[in-house]
């Protein structure tokens, strides 16, 4: 019987080891945090969250009238919030509690939505550029509100990321050239100064190290959520190709606007229109582009990595997974 156990315990070792030995190889010392910027733009959008006054029931129905109501009531919070934005901001991390326990992710996410009713309104009362500026903002904060933060903080800037672009992206045709090209740098702007994936990962694993002080846990936490952290991944990965894309949309409508024809190449609108030709997360590659005519074709890979042509993506009936490629305005 002893030899039994023994056996048993020697098993469960060899498995215990085989889980954390990867991780504890690769594990580098907790990264120290540079000092939190004085003042913090995050603070500033803490304080617009707590100053935020009413609900919205559902902002895709809501009347011209309850838009006004609420933006008009969120003044003061819209203001505070922009003034956030024009400072640099870094993620307050606590060790011993995630910024979701407090409630203040639940916070960021009301304030995006504020943000996307102002734009709303702004669109009903036929004023298309200042409903661009909301939207462009919301592209904004979401880069801001996950700087210096870990993957939680990033999925959640990644998230308000998708409301400002997708409705940015619904009113291009409402634009002017003028409008076209500091709506392409904005947005631009906000993917080049945003979180990495890598980054953010070296954030979560350092914090993860100074929240618990065991070793198994931690390797063990490592292999329990690398699934989830994989979806991550690809949620992240999948705003930045369409914040790419959207960029590239304006600029290559602004290109043709002025020249009456799109560039032959990507690269034809750097550095005019474009800090750097766009590439695409999923292959790390710049994003396709094929002209036609006075049009064009312009996409990534998508999640599968395979180029289907500019095959539209699809979910396959099983569920297993998209297959196909992604457009600015693909939906989700």
């Known amino acids: ?51 935020r006054i009413g609900e919205l029931d559902d902002l895709r129905t809501a009347t011209e009238d309850e838009l006004r109501s609420y933006v008009m009531t969120n003044t003061a919070s819209l203001k505070l919030m922009r003034v956030g934005l024009r400072r640099e901001c870094r993620v307050p991390l606590d060790f011993r509690l995630t910024n979701a326990t407090t409630g203040i992710h639940a916070t960021l996410k009301l ?30 904060f979401g880069s801001r509100i996950a700087k210096g933060g870990t993957m939680i903080d990033h999925l959640v800037g990644v998230g308000c990321q998708a409301i400002g672009g997708d409705s940015l992206g619904k009113i291009a045709d409402k634009l002017t050239q003028e409008q076209l090209l500091a709506f392409a ?31 198994i846990r931690q390797a063990w936490n490592w292999w329990k959520f ?9 949620r992240v990965h999948i705003q930045e190709a369409r914040l ?33 030709v766009p590439s695409d997360p999923f292959s790390g590659q710049p994003l396709i582009y094929r002209t036609q005519g006075t049009n064009w074709l312009l996409y990534s890979v998508g999640t599968d990595g395979v180029d289907d042509n500019g095959k539209p993506v699809v979910r396959s009936r099983s569920g297993s997974g998209a297959k196909g490629d992604m457009f600015f305005d693909s939906p989700r």
């Open 1 to 51: 019987m002893k030899r039994v156990r023994l056996f048993l315990f020697l098993i469960f070792a060899i498995m215990v080891l085989a889980i954390a030995a990867p991780w504890l190889v690769n594990s580098p010392p907790p990264v120290a945090l540079p000092p939190l910027p004085d003042p913090n733009g995050y603070d500033d959008f803490i304080q617009a969250g707590k100053m």
């Open 185 to 215: 740098s904005r947005v631009e702007e906000a993917d080049i100064s945003g979180m990495s994936w890598d980054e953010s990962q070296k954030i979560t694993k350092s914090h993860e190290q100074r929240s618990s002080s065991n070793p």
């Open 111 to 140: 304030l995006v939505v504020l943000l996307a009713a102002e734009g709303r309104f702004a669109e009903l009362e036929k004023r298309p550029a200042d409903a661009a500026v909301s939207y462009a903002d919301a592209v904004t």
């Open 226 to 234: 690398r699934p989830s952290k994989q979806l991550a991944k690809q």
């Open 244 to 276: 790419r894309m959207l960029a590239a949309e304006f600029a290559l409508r602004c290109h043709r606007s002025e020249k009456g024809h799109p560039p032959e190449r990507l690269e034809q609108l750097v550095p005019k229109y474009l800090q750097r």
